[in-house]
């Protein structure tokens, strides 16, 4: 609509373009009285010179959906323009989100005295404009109802934002602290900026800034340091880490590589595109950042579609359905791998191996400390019946056998009242779980997995440590070696088979939550205004959790019934040389054809697959190793020594 109002009457009708690459185009108006109109508007439009930050739809006139075709658009016509993409997103509605307000609400009933500090520092990440501009001026702090009455405070993190943040104090300033440009300057990716729409529209100056690809950009809200109490609101005098996003990414190989955010969170096109609307002499810039800044809330994301209104937010049903689309995508194609291996057969037991590896230049979850991840892994009989299972959903959306207090990180899970979860668990001073962040003091649980390149002695890692049984575990970030920094877990599961002979399947499933019911339930045991607003739409909305990914395992063999007193079943398969010479084993089978040979490591690692008819298996070096030998009656595990 803006766009519209300001350019409906008079686009540009003809751009004439000649002589040298030196010269301005010269641009024609339709008449005389639009020029005028021309003039009148841009007297009306351009921002106040008190004012620091424009709002998004004095962006949206020229970055927003261009009526042409021409702006915004890629080679194959796609509609990529930055201000719809940007507004259903997690950052757009940042100020409108409707579980911050109430979690801010919360934290404040519990401990009302220092109502005015929370409001201050929680509106300085999730209202970043309106909180700058009044401390600028003045003020002490910038509470929710200043924003609720401030234009620029609603429009959250908003595209100047991040376009006005200085060079100066990049990546040095954290929990809030933003250094802004106060001039009447936006930074921008691109050298040698077209500068009249900005200047005469808006009243700022477009400049090149080299510093807006850099993941520093955003350090000050992705790390974040507090300062907890006890339970008498006393200080501790200590601090604690909430979230430390880009710390972890520092600490991984994208950051010794400067894979920045942006260029996950913000994906690159290569081709030029045209980044402003209205003016047809432009040429495409490349590469273009798309403005999805998708992360992985799907949850949040469909509340606030279902209750636009009612939020006050003005992006559309459709913009959403793209957002969270692209959320989806994230977890599911960028955020794990699963690997899932028959690891020993045994008469008693059958033990699986599932290693997940972190795909993420930062832990997985990461972020707010409500988020998880956990594994649902399910044993199932050729008939489909559930020899085992762990991990499982409930109907009330909690996992099955989590422990009241929280479920310690597993190496090995051989009972179904285990489960995988991966998470940080948050504890007050008297080592309690809590999730009122006042009194977080220190983490009681983090094996949330880190990111490849992830070491315990990176001159950071005090701010996002391992924390429990993680920290132990010979499989947890540990390469084959044994060194650090392969950015993976493995999780073996030993199921008892005794008793049943036949195929079996095993299925491992990895499910990502936001706002799982322990963490609400505190909140929820309260009830303020903003409590109440949040539990309806909650209560209304689809928690349900993200499947992020899943690994299968068919055909395995199991015998559970054979004793050393009973015949053999219908078919063997024996190592004739073990412990293997020269490196050499040869697989001898009775009542079978060998399909396919698959060779691991002692630690599960797969190592090659040799398809056929051939019983040569020939090892690397020196070792103990596992064979998974597939035939046409079933598969078997052998243990070979070379």
Not at 41 to 67: K, Q, Y
Not at 531 to 548: G, H, K, L, W
């Amino acid at each position: 609509m803006y766009r519209q109002l300001l350019f409906g009457s008079f686009i540009i009708a003809v751009v004439f373009w000649g002589g040298s690459a030196n010269q301005k185009p010269v641009v024609f108006f339709h008449s005389e009285s639009e020029r005028a109109e021309l003039r009148a508007m841009r007297e009306l439009l351009v921002i106040d010179s008190n004012v620091i930050f424009p709002t998004s739809v004095a962006c949206g006139g020229c970055h927003g959906f261009d009526n042409n075709g021409y702006a915004m658009v890629d080679a194959a016509g796609n509609d990529v323009n930055i201000f719809d993409d940007w507004r259903a997103t997690m950052m757009a509605n940042s100020a409108k989100d409707p579980f911050w307000r109430a979690k801010v609400s919360h934290e404040i009933l519990l401990y009302p005295s220092h109502s005015l500090d929370i409001q201050s520092k929680c509106t300085s990440c999730h209202a970043p404009n309106g909180h700058y501009t009044a401390l600028f001026r003045g003020q002490e702090h910038y509470t929710l109802s200043d924003m609720i009455a401030d234009s620029i405070g609603l429009d959250g993190v908003t595209c100047s934002t991040c376009h006005k943040i200085s060079p100066e104090n990049l990546a040095a300033t954290f929990s809030g602290e933003i250094t802004f440009d106060t001039n009447r300057v936006v930074y921008g990716p691109y050298s040698q900026p077209f500068n009249p729409p900005m200047q005469d529209f808006v009243g700022f100056n477009p400049v090149f800034g080299e510093h807006i690809g850099d993941a520093g950009i955003c350090a000050p809200c992705h790390t974040l340091v507090t300062h907890p109490f006890d339970y008498q609101g006393e200080p501790t005098g200590t601090s604690f880490v909430e979230q430390a996003t880009y710390h972890e990414w520092l600490n991984s190989n994208y950051g010794t590589q400067n894979i920045t955010c942006q260029e996950c969170h913000m994906p690159r096109l290569k081709e030029p595109i045209v980044i402003s609307s209205n003016y047809l002499f432009l040429d495409g810039r490349s590469p273009f950042g798309l403005h999805e800044l998708v992360g992985a809330n799907t949850a949040m994301l469909k509340l606030m579609k279902n209750n636009r209104q009612a939020l006050g937010i003005n992006a559309e049903a459709a913009q959403f359905d793209e957002t969270i689309e692209k959320t989806f995508q994230m977890l599911q194609q960028k955020s794990l791998n699963l690997n899932l291996t028959l690891e020993s057969l045994d008469q008693d037991s059958v033990t699986f191996a599932l290693k997940l590896t972190n795909k993420a230049g930062h832990k997985f979850p990461s972020g707010y400390p409500s988020r998880r991840a956990f594994v649902s892994f399910v044993l199932l009989s050729e008939q489909g019946d559930t020899l085992f299972r762990s991990g499982m959903l409930q109907p009330d959306l909690e996992v099955a056998g989590n422990n009241p207090q929280f479920e310690p990180h597993h190496n090995l899970i051989n009972d179904p009242g285990q489960a995988q979860i991966y998470e940080m668990v948050t504890g007050d001073v008297n080592g309690q779980f809590t999730t009122v962040l006042e009194r977080a003091y220190a983490s009681l649980k983090d094996n949330r997995l880190p990111p490849a390149g992830f070491r315990t002695t990176h001159p950071s890692y005090d701010s996002m440590m391992i924390v429990g049984h993680a920290l132990d575990d010979p499989d947890f970030n540990k390469t084959a070696g044994g060194t650090q920094g392969s950015g993976a877990d493995v999780v073996h599961y030993r199921i008892g088979i005794t008793g049943y002979q036949g195929h079996v399947s095993a299925h491992a499933t990895v499910y990502y939550q936001s706002l799982p019911p322990r963490w609400m339930a505190e909140m929820f045991s309260a009830t303020t205004p903003e409590i109440e607003t949040f539990r309806t739409m909650f209560n209304e909305s689809d928690q349900s959790p993200v499947a992020v990914g899943s690994a299968h395992l068919e055909g395995v063999f199991v015998d559970g019934v054979v004793n050393t007193g009973q015949p053999d079943r219908d078919f063997s398969v024996k190592i004739a040389s073990n412990p293997a010479t020269n490196g050499v084993s040869l697989i001898q089978l009775r009542g079978a054809t060998l399909q396919y040979v698959k060779v691991y490591a002692a630690n599960g690692q797969f190592i090659r697959r040799q398809n056929g008819a051939d019983p040569t298996v020939v090892l690397p070096r020196k070792g103990l190793y596992l064979l998974e030998i597939g035939t046409n009656k079933g598969v078997v595990v052998k243990k070979v020594v070379y």
